[in-house]
């Protein structure tokens, strides 16, 4: 049986199963992340790793993930650290080079994105053999709990913008909890060029170009207790100069 790797990447980076994760995220919300994420696979007979990316934060990600290891042991945990902050796609990067597995599962760390969830992405792609698995807050029962009505309508209609506009053939578009063949991320990494918020976007209009199969899971997304969402009016320009340029080129 192939071994498979989950990597949860946060700046926002399986048949038999060996899980590799790599997150990057903010101070102790991370440990609660990786606490959740151990117990979710401690007792299911996967083996798993997961891989932590700090770019030089101050908020102690780096204290906690040596803390951890001691707790888990450093096989189990590993801290991959860069020297500042490089950008959502570098993280993948850098993480994918430091996993080993079939699969990966990129997934905010600050617990917006639960681990709870990732046995239903697993469970989804063996039923269809996807190359993609995504999460998706606006079909079944997903839901997203703790933004005000603001965010929610701005992230609704980026989302029926998109549909219109694009036609991915996926729920949501602008979500980040996804599970990879980790083949075809890497492909993906090739070919997307947006920056932001739009990346996220790309990353699934590239897929459906290139022929790879998406299956969803309806996940609850609970906004962060700690930090400030960093979407402002220069990320919704950004945006939507971003999904013009995939309209006239996709």
Not at 135 to 149: A, E, I, Q
Not at 175 to 187: A, C, I, P
């Amino acid at each position: 049986l192939p071994r498979a790797e989950l990597s949860a990447g946060t700046e926002r980076a399986r048949r038999g199963l060996n899980v590799r994760a790599f997150q990057n995220d903010i101070g102790s919300e991370t440990g609660f992340s990786i606490c959740s994420f151990k117990n979710n696979f401690h007792f299911s007979g996967n083996n798993f790793e997961i891989i932590i990316i700090d770019d030089g934060s101050p908020d102690g990600t780096q204290e906690i993930a040596e803390q951890l290891q001691k707790i888990y042991g450093s096989d189990k945990i590993l801290l991959r650290p860069r020297a500042r902050k490089l950008g959502l796609g570098t993280a993948y990067i850098h993480g994918m080079k430091h996993a080993t597995g079939n699969f990966i599962v990129i997934m905010d760390a600050d617990l917006s994105h639960h681990p709870k969830f990732i046995p239903e992405f697993i469970r989804k792609q063996k039923e269809g053999n996807f190359d993609i698995v995504s999460g998706t807050r606006y079909k079944g029962n997903g839901g997203v709990y703790g933004w005000d009505l603001k965010r929610k309508l701005i992230s609704r209609g980026a989302n029926f913008l998109t549909q219109v506009l694009l036609r991915p053939g996926a729920s949501d578009l602008t979500g980040s909890f996804r599970l990879y063949r980790k083949e075809v991320l890497q492909k993906l990494m090739e070919k997307c060029v947006s920056k932001g918020y739009v990346f996220q976007m790309e990353m699934i209009v590239r897929a459906r170009q290139l022929g790879y199969s998406i299956g969803e899971v309806p996940i609850s997304f609970v906004d962060r207790v700690y930090g400030e969402s960093k979407l402002g009016g220069n990320e919704i320009v950004s945006f939507l100069k971003g999904l013009l340029t995939l309209f006239a080129t996709t």
